[in-house]
């Protein structure tokens, strides 16, 4: 059973299909051979259609199951109302797609099993179950009414567990409770609430995730599985954390304004604020959250700069000995050419600022590595992240990302991961904020990981902590093992958990991710140790065409269901997704998908990713088909080696 809360009026004829905005949305008429909405006047459901309770909105409809026009339904809606609706496992998500793309929102996400209604068989009585077919006015004659009596009480349940003991059945919508406050309460679970007696002693945190993309709905879907978690909420969030149930999206979250996030985390008990977008922290969310008393995961501004400005990190490096690349940074267009004439190429060119993950180019020739110049310095191609630029040594290796949780004091290993920046197979092609990444890392055996602990993360944590900007977060390491010494060089810090590296370490990760982060928050890390998955993650990002250049937005995505069954321990975090007017997944952004598997070992990992890829319907999105190739590669060769 679930419940989904719609709202707001029909829009005028001349409105476009533009996608409406959450709570301000309309629910227009849809078919579909699976399903069909049709609603009824009070609580009554069958399988095979939805239902509204309480304020309910009008319809009229045109078909009833079993006809010609079973499923073709023209809705009016002319009042708020919930949904509640208990569907076929096949059409559930098309429904839930459906619901979103016009501002339905999940009061909850979580099917009520046959135990749950039996243990409060008593609640609804025949007698109440009789006044409702009453009311609905049964004009399907062709059902049982014993049938018909077993679903109203089944929604009537559904809707008292949803929301936690309000019953509005019957009365006036004068006096019905705020649906949209209904719908945030119950974000948090019941199930997972403490009891009156104290009988469950551990620490249940509300979190509250900043961001809506992939990174975002992973961190989402690995802190809905922590033990203490007692409920997740996302701003802005996106269709897919929303269809998955594993958060409840904030659209009309003002992500920017920090007192709206702070009345937010008060008015609904937030313990734990998660920001993903490094743009929020580098502008001091995390400091104004902790400044009125609100437990936040990340550094503050000031510390944030490790990733907001290549320049500073790179001044900590040389202070504490910290191994780096070679570097010398420029505000005058002729000083830098100068620089990079005397050094000689290939030589790498890096806009100072935040850029996307696009602000670094690897010049090969000379006349390169004047445009580059000139691209940042002169044509402001990344706006104020390119008033400075830094010019640094190009070193031959491989590259990997490590990343460690940081309580200001203490640094614990958290995991490593392997990224793809270009865009092409063979790693081809210009830079991306990322096509594809697996975990763990084979190029980082544990005595590197030793290493780069000791010579890296922890100079660095030091460091920060004596020049007065503790750093408290997620410290994502970009490392480079050179090839002429085989040991790690810092190349460049980010400060929150990397897209697409989130998705490989969340579906790998068996700890309490609350419990992990609160203990980076309160300076309680000493001691911890995390809990792994023995088997190889593996992510592909499908992207619009044309990424990282210019590409079409709104092109529909299709068989996104049957891609995440079509092989075992399969997810799809979605990241540039919206929905259009019909319910249609469609793309908004460069990347858009990331098709995520486990394996037990690299090669079955990238089999089922790539399974998965091939079953989803894009004709304008394109991808990587080598993710993970340099692993493979060495792992096939490895085995032949076994068997010889």
Avoid at 166 to 177: M, Y
Avoid at 409 to 425: I, L, W, Y
């Amino acid at each position: 059973m679930e419940l989904w809360r719609c709202s707001a009026a029909p829009p005028s004829p001349t409105t476009t299909s533009s996608l409406p905005s959450g709570s301000t949305s309309y629910l227009p008429s849809f078919s579909s051979s699976k399903h069909s909405i049709l609603p009824r006047p009070a609580a009554r459901i069958h399988p095979h259609f939805s239902i509204c309770i309480g304020r309910y909105p009008k319809f009229h409809c045109t078909g009833q199951k079993g006809s010609s026009n079973s499923g073709k339904c023209s809705p009016q809606l002319q009042e708020s109302g919930i949904v509640a609706f208990s569907l076929e496992a096949a059409s559930l998500k098309a429904s839930r797609r459906v619901l979103l793309a016009h501002g339905a929102l999940p009061i909850t996400a979580k099917p009520f099993a046959e135990e749950d209604s039996a243990a409060v068989s008593g609640f609804s009585g025949n007698g109440q179950s009789e006044q409702i077919d009453t009311k609905a006015c049964m004009d399907n004659p062709e059902h049982d009414n014993e049938i018909w009596k077993r679903m109203n009480e089944e929604a009537v349940l559904a809707a008292e567990l949803a929301l936690e003991g309000n019953d509005f059945l019957g009365r006036d919508s004068a006096t019905i409770p705020d649906l949209r406050t209904l719908q945030l309460q119950s974000a948090v679970s019941p199930e997972k609430k403490k009891s009156e007696e104290g009988q469950r002693k551990e620490e249940r945190v509300v979190v509250l995730v900043i961001g809506g993309g992939g990174r975002e709905h992973a961190l989402c879907s690995g802190l809905q599985r922590s033990p203490s978690c007692d409920g997740v909420f996302c701003a802005p969030g996106n269709p897919g954390i929303s269809a998955s149930g594993d958060a409840t999206c904030i659209d009309g979250l003002d992500i920017s304004n920090s007192s709206a996030v702070i009345s937010f985390c008060q008015k609904w008990g937030v313990g734990l604020v998660v920001v993903g977008p490094e743009a929020l922290l580098v502008t001091g969310l995390v400091d104004d959250l902790k400044e009125a008393g609100i437990l936040a995961f990340g550094p503050s501004a000031k510390a944030a700069a490790l990733e907001g400005s290549k320049d500073f990190m790179k001044k900590l490096c040389t202070k504490y000995g910290i191994p780096t690349a070679k570097y010398q940074s420029f505000n005058d267009v002729s000083d830098a050419k100068q620089y990079i004439k005397a050094e000689g190429v290939p030589i790498v060119i890096k806009a100072d600022g935040l850029a996307a993950g696009k602000g670094v180019i690897i010049a090969r020739t000379l006349k390169e590595a004047y445009a580059a110049v000139d691209s940042i310095l002169v044509e402001k191609a990344f706006g104020s992240a390119g008033s400075l630029v830094v010019v640094e040594e190009f070193l031959e290796g491989g590259e990997v990302s490590f990343f460690a949780l940081v309580d200001g004091e203490t640094a614990v290993p958290f995991a490593s991961a392997q990224d793809h920046k270009r865009v092409g197979d063979g790693d081809k092609g210009l830079n991306t904020g990322g096509m594809g990444a697996y975990s763990p890392a084979h190029l980082l055996t544990s005595d590197l990981e030793a290493v780069v602990m000791e010579s890296i993360i922890l100079p660095t944590v030091k460091g920060m902590s004596t020049e007065g900007c503790k750093f408290m977060g997620v410290l994502y390491a970009g490392l480079i093992i050179e090839e002429k010494t085989g040991l790690p060089k810092l190349l460049e810090y980010n400060v929150r958990f990397g897209d697409p590296e989130c998705q490989v370490l969340m579906v790998r990760f068996q700890s309490d991710l609350v419990q992990a982060l609160l203990a980076a928050c309160r300076g309680q890390l000493k001691d911890i140790t995390f809990q792994w998955s023995e088997e190889t993650s593996l992510v592909v990002v499908l992207c619009s065409k044309g990424y990282p250049g210019k590409y079409t937005q709104g092109t529909v995505i299709k068989n996104l269901d049957e891609a995440e069954i079509v092989a075992p321990k399969v997810k799809i975090f979605h990241a540039g997704t919206s929905l259009d007017f019909d319910g249609n997944v469609i793309a908004v952004g460069g990347r858009v998908l990331g098709v995520t598997a486990l394996g037990k070992d690299i090669v079955q990992a990238q089999e089922r990713a790539y399974q998965a890829v091939d079953k989803v319907i894009w004709p304008d999105g394109f991808c990587r088909r080598d993710i993970g190739w340099k692993a493979v590669t060495t792992h096939l060769q490895n085995k032949r080696n076994e068997l010889a």
